[in-house]
């Protein structure tokens, strides 16, 4: 299965835009980029998913790289409530098999 | 919205002990996971049902763990015996279809003394 490598925390103002990164070198030409966020003490929660142009939803926007061995989740104005893990995650949609690696945990600052 | 329901929260027992965790689907919702999140790591999965079908239990461990849906509907992931490396969070999730977000419960904590 192809990996994602995301750094392992990132800090950011309140009401300043958040772009998380997540690096999938060995990314194959059917597999869609998802990311889920997981609040404390609460389930994964779904945020967006693509296949090769970027997408933009109520919660957040996904741009993926044109060569697709990166993407970023970009959210427009972080609140404290956006604190959490983000986790990208590669899926061939053969299954929706969802293999989580260990996420960035993003802090939001007052 | 509609939300994946689990039951119980929290869960403490001894180990060599049976346990079992509920989950209930949201409505329509034709498949469910079952995922094991170890403290500090991200959530794996251990089984996928489509409708009443295991449609993947490769890392399930089938000497001690076992998981239905008989109905098609909720369904019930159970330990036996139980051992002190169990001790986790398990979530369930849910979707329309295999190829649909996954909405997931906020989980059972396991912790086996």
């Known amino acids: 299965d192809a990996k994602t490598t995301q750094p392992n925390s990132m800090e950011s103002n309140e009401e300043e835009p958040v772009h998380l990164p997540c690096n999938h070198s060995?990314?194959?030409?059917?597999?869609?980029i998802h990311w889920y966020r997981q609040l404390p003490s609460q389930g994964p929660e779904y945020v967006i998913h693509?296949?090769?142009s970027n997408v933009n939803n109520r919660m957040a926007s996904l741009a993926i790289a044109e060569d697709r061995k990166s993407s970023t989740l970009i959210l427009h104005r972080a609140t404290l409530r956006d604190a959490a893990v983000y986790y990208c995650?590669?899926?061939?949609?053969?299954?929706?098999?969802?293999?989580f690696g260990g996420g960035t945990r993003l802090m939001v600052k007052p | 919205e509609a939300e994946v329901a689990q039951s119980p929260r929290y869960k403490i027992t001894e180990k060599s002990q049976a346990v079992a965790f509920w989950c209930d689907p949201i409505?329509?919702?034709?498949?469910l996971y079952w995922y094991r999140q170890i403290l500090g790591q991200g959530p794996e999965l251990l089984v996928q049902?489509?409708?009443?079908?295991?449609?993947?239990d490769s890392q399930l461990p089938k000497d001690r763990f076992s998981a239905e849906r008989l109905k098609g509907v909720d369904s019930t992931l159970k330990i036996q015996p139980a051992e002190l490396g169990d001790s986790a969070m398990y979530l369930c999730?849910?979707?329309?279809?295999?190829?649909?977000?996954?909405?997931f419960g906020d989980g059972t904590r396991l912790s086996i003394l």
């Open positions: 693509g296949l090769t």
């Open positions: 060995t990314i194959s030409g059917t597999d869609y």
């Open positions: 995650i590669l899926d061939n949609n053969a299954g929706n098999m969802l293999t």
């Open positions: 049902f489509q409708d009443e079908s295991v449609v993947d």
């Open positions: 999730a849910s979707s329309r279809g295999w190829d649909q977000p996954q909405h």
């Open positions: 409505s329509g919702h034709a498949t």
